[in-house]
């Protein structure tokens, strides 16, 4: 059971009113990103499994340690580098029907929500993102030059990396589909799996082939696994924190430089690079990058 922080309004930024915001970010000046996407998780699920568990890391996160919830970003990159030909393979040339957008776009939107976050007044970013497979090391590095010219500290982390060792990630499988099971259990319907060999329906939609051993059991036991991992650090940031300034602001200028710099070393990006023995996908697929 998650304990109550005896707070008694809203975690969210969007709900708070401004008296409400500087009593949270005074006892705890931590902000949290959750960060997913709408992509097909087979015919079973609802497209938005990645953003709903980020959300709900990050909520009980904030009830309970402290902190403010920024608004999430459901848009993230899942087209490029070695996303295509998985996308080719578990996809087709089917219409996925994502909210997918290109690197050089979603991070230095990235990198300007940091700067967002400092001028609000936050010296610790908490970004939980439940779309990964390796995005995450791309907003990580962009993070790592953002602390360059701020005394705030962030820390990325993709659900999975919270219980490594525990339990193993997958896209669409028992890990994920139990997830969604103990989150929104109203959003799985495994006897929707029929529907992958119905004409026009979109086949197999990147499903995982052990979905039908999820559950809510083992989903309950992924997630809060997951919550005391974030917790801990939440907390060791709360402490960290304690006492410290209100790092300067930081101007639209010092945040175009860090940009620049991050842009100049795009061949280095995860996201725009094929995993070892991966092929490019083949000319004329959707997944073909231009």
């Known amino acids: ?29 931590i902000v949290y990103l959750p960060l997913g996407l709408c992509e097909p998780h087979g015919q079973f699920s609802a497209f938005g499994l990645d953003t709903i568990k980020a959300e709900w890391l990050c909520l009980e996160a904030a009830r309970t340690v402290g902190g403010i919830v920024a608004p999430s970003l459901g848009y993230h990159i899942h087209e490029t580098g070695y996303h295509a030909p998985w996308l080719e393979e578990v996809v087709g040339e089917e219409n996925p029907h ?18 967002a976050f ?14 990964g497979g390796g995005n995450q090391e791309d907003l990580r590095k962009a993070a790592a030059l953002f602390m360059q010219i701020t005394s705030a500290r962030v820390w990325v982390v993709c659900d999975p990396e919270l219980v490594e060792g525990q339990f193993t990630g997958d896209h669409a499988g028992q890990y994920e589909i139990s997830q969604l099971l103990y989150l929104r259990p109203e959003l799985v319907d495994l006897s929707r799996r029929a529907l992958e060999a119905a004409p026009g329906s979109g086949g197999r939609l990147a499903a995982g082939a052990d979905a039908e051993a999820a559950s809510p059991e083992l989903g309950e036991r992924i997630m809060l696994a997951c919550l005391a991992a974030l917790q801990r650090e939440a907390a060791a940031l709360r402490a960290w924190a304690a006492g410290l300034a ?34 490019a996908a083949r000319a004329g697929s959707r997944w073909a990058e231009i």
């Open 118 to 131: 400092v001028n609000a007044g936050f010296k610790a970013i908490v970004v939980v993102t439940g779309h």
């Open 246 to 279: 209100e790092p300067p602001p930081v101007s639209l200028a010092q945040a175009d430089a860090v940009w620049q710099r991050l842009l100049g070393v795009r061949e280095s990006w995860t996201t725009v690079q094929l995993r070892p023995g991966q092929r």
């Open 1 to 29: 059971m998650i304990p109550n922080s005896g707070y008694n309004e809203s975690v969210l930024w969007m709900e708070l009113f401004p008296a409400e915001f500087k009593r949270r970010l005074a006892d705890c000046p």
């Open 98 to 115: 994502m909210t997918s957008m290109p690197p050089h776009v979603v991070l230095p939107f990235f990198l300007y929500q940091l700067r």
